[in-house]
């Protein structure tokens, strides 16, 4: 990679890490399925309006659409409004790759290298350490919340990889105009009309500058940039700076939240951490092996040639290829 590469692939990963911090504080001035829901809006419109017609069929957008922006963030506002530490949620979600590797598994028979089946082994490891440590200091209900949204995450990864869209900018710009409608709904039938309206009515400029981050900075910017890079580097190689986004959003809540970061936590990151770039090193997938084929009576019993492997466009993924929020 280029360095201009190069830095702009940690540009996004710092974006994408202080969003945590943005959510953290935009949860003080909405609730958490209004604010998720104007995020889309946001996102979408302009942007709609430039981006061209939908270059996927309607029904992976409908699809990633409805598991990544209601299920997903839905599931994760609320959950840190539930009082999930900003800091910890950037963490957490990088399970997210573990999610995706076992859904991968079971809807397109894809096995895992060993060396990705060990990485997925000690993140999992590093989530029982922060389950330990949110447990004993924090709601444990949040964390499942979270874990809960990764798990969305990892199902929308798969979706995004069926889909294979070839303009990341546009299918997710496309894809945010799917949750909108459902988010207020819910919003509405949960939150409550007078929740919704006093939010709305208090609206500042700190509001909306929050609303223009995570909607034009972190979305359609972050999610543009990472679709620019994946277009112009193996997907190996830009996959890994996803890991960057826990340190940012750690450091950051740190900084700006005075969240503190304990003994345990710093173990849960290195487990996690680590695991998932074990998980993301370059491996052969192996495929489930299929049926063998009735031989022709008329042709001579040769040994088939094994069928080529499918190989996924990432392994550790933000939306795009997945992610990170």
């Not at 911090?21 to 995020?39: C, D, K, Q, T």
């Not at 299918?171 to 919704?196: I, K, Q, Y």
């Not at 830009?238 to 940012?248: E, N, R």
Request: hydrophobic residues 55%.
């Amino acid at each position: 990679m280029r360095p201009s590469h190069i830095c702009l692939a940690v540009l996004v990963t710092a974006v994408w890490g202080v969003n945590f911090v943005v959510i953290e504080v935009g949860l003080g001035h909405f609730p958490p399925l209004l604010f998720s829901a104007l995020r889309f809006l946001v996102a979408a419109l302009p942007a709609v309006f430039f981006v061209g017609r939908p270059k996927v069929a309607w029904k992976w957008l409908v699809g990633v659409g409805l598991v990544l922006g209601v299920a997903k963030f839905g599931l994760l506002f609320i959950g840190m409004d539930a009082g999930m530490p900003a800091g910890l949620s950037s963490l957490v979600l990088q399970i997210q790759a573990v999610f995706t590797a076992v859904v991968a598994f079971a809807v397109l028979g894809e096995r895992p290298a060993r060396v990705r089946v060990m990485g997925m082994a000690v993140a999992l490891a590093g989530i029982g350490v922060a389950a330990v440590h949110e447990g004993a200091s924090g709601p444990l209900t949040a964390f499942g919340l979270t874990i809960a949204a990764a798990a969305c995450w990892g199902v929308s990864n798969v979706l995004t990889r069926k889909a294979a869209p070839p303009d990341a900018l546009n299918f997710m710009v496309w894809v945010s105009t799917v949750p909108v409608l459902p988010l207020l709904a819910l919003s509405l039938l949960f939150e409550g009309p007078s929740r919704d309206l006093d939010a709305l009515r208090a609206l500042d400029w700190q509001g909306v500058g929050i609303i223009v981050y995570v909607a034009w900075i972190t979305t359609v910017f972050g999610f543009g940039a990472w679709g620019y890079l994946l277009r112009r580097h193996p997907a190996s190689t830009v996959a890994p700076f996803s890991l960057l986004v826990p340190v940012f959003g750690m450091s950051s809540a740190a900084l700006f939240l005075d969240e503190s970061v304990g003994p345990l936590q710093w173990c849960a990151a290195a487990l996690l951490v680590g695991g998932v770039a074990l998980a993301s090193l370059p491996g052969k997938p192996r495929s489930l092996p299929a049926a063998p084929a009735e031989p022709s009576p008329a042709a001579p019993l040769t040994p088939s040639s094994p069928p080529a492997p499918a190989t996924y466009a990432d392994d550790v993924t933000v939306p795009e290829p997945a992610p990170r929020a």
